[in-house]
């Protein structure tokens, strides 16, 4: 008997992700992460001998791949819609670039969005994207603990889990990906304290959307103890407080006849064995 693919937990709240993206964009969002990516992504493209001609951008937060539009004037803007639906709008190898900018850190079925992404790309299509991932907001993540364990006696969900690179890399090849490759961007941003980092974080619609989040108002002494912890534990000399984001950046293609492929078992003309004896003569 058949079995049913099990479904993924949910673990983000995605029609309040798109909420809040849209009041940070109306209250005027904090950009020097997605501007940094969209100035990294364009040098990373330039970089890639091909014209592209059929292009979507998924899911990047308000106008962030602007300028990428100068370069490929008909990219397609995919938005996070108001339900925050993950089902992709693609029809079978339909595109040969899909972009993505700050958006899949926050996908509760990322291997499958992957899927869906390799079977909408043309072969030889190209995906390029940045995600949160790795030991982002890490500092944030143990302040709360602690003084969530010493105030309240026990600890909430405060900070997303985030992939890191090892994991991206396996989804990739899972998700069928020729070429894969990861690499880690990690900026170190300082504030005078951990509320200023909490208030860019709103403002940047980043803030907690994990569905077994707190629902209730946060204590004043839990904050004040967090913020308390965070300057004892991560701050510099001067007293400004440390802020980790590790940007992970994914690239992988649709396989195609033409792309370097690994050599089969069992083909190389020299062994390893052979190598190691000749090196032991020398």
């Not at 940045?130 to 907001?137: F, Q, V, Y």
């Not at 090892?166 to 880690?184: C, E, K, Y």
Request: charged share 25%; proline share 6%; hydrophobic share 50%.
């Amino acid at each position: 008997m058949a079995q049913t693919p099990q479904t993924p937990p949910a673990l983000f709240d995605r029609a309040l992700l798109h909420a809040r993206q849209r009041r940070a964009q109306a209250q005027g969002a904090v950009g020097f992460l997605l501007d940094r990516v969209a100035e990294d992504m364009s040098d990373r493209l330039a970089a890639v001998m091909r014209d592209f001609h059929a292009a979507a951008d998924l899911w990047t937060p308000g106008e962030g791949l602007a300028d990428l539009r100068t370069r490929l004037p008909s990219i397609a803007h995919i938005a996070l819609d108001a339900a925050g639906a993950e089902k992709l709008p693609f029809a079978p190898e339909s595109l040969d670039l899909v972009v993505s900018a700050l958006a899949l850190q926050f996908v509760n079925d990322l291997p499958g969005v992957l899927a869906q992404v390799r079977r909408a790309l043309k072969p030889d299509g190209l995906l390029l994207a940045a995600m949160l991932g790795g030991d982002s907001l890490t500092e944030l993540r143990q302040a709360f603990a602690t003084a969530e364990a010493e105030c309240e006696g026990g600890v909430s969900p405060r900070v997303a889990p985030f992939a890191d690179l090892r994991d991206i890399g396996a989804l990739l090849q899972r998700a069928g990906f020729a070429l894969p490759v990861t690499d880690v961007d990690r900026v170190v941003v300082r504030y005078g304290n951990a509320f200023a980092l909490m208030l860019d974080l709103r403002r940047m619609g980043a803030a907690n959307v994990l569905i077994e989040r707190r629902r209730t108002p946060s204590r004043r002494a839990t904050l004040l103890r967090m913020a308390e912890i965070y300057a004892e534990r991560f701050a510099d000399a001067d007293g400004r407080i440390r802020a980790t984001f590790d940007i992970i950046w994914l690239s992988g293609w649709s396989p195609h006849a033409s792309q370097q492929q690994p050599l089969k078992p069992g083909s190389a003309k020299a062994s390893l064995a052979d190598a190691v004896k000749k090196a032991g003569k020398e």
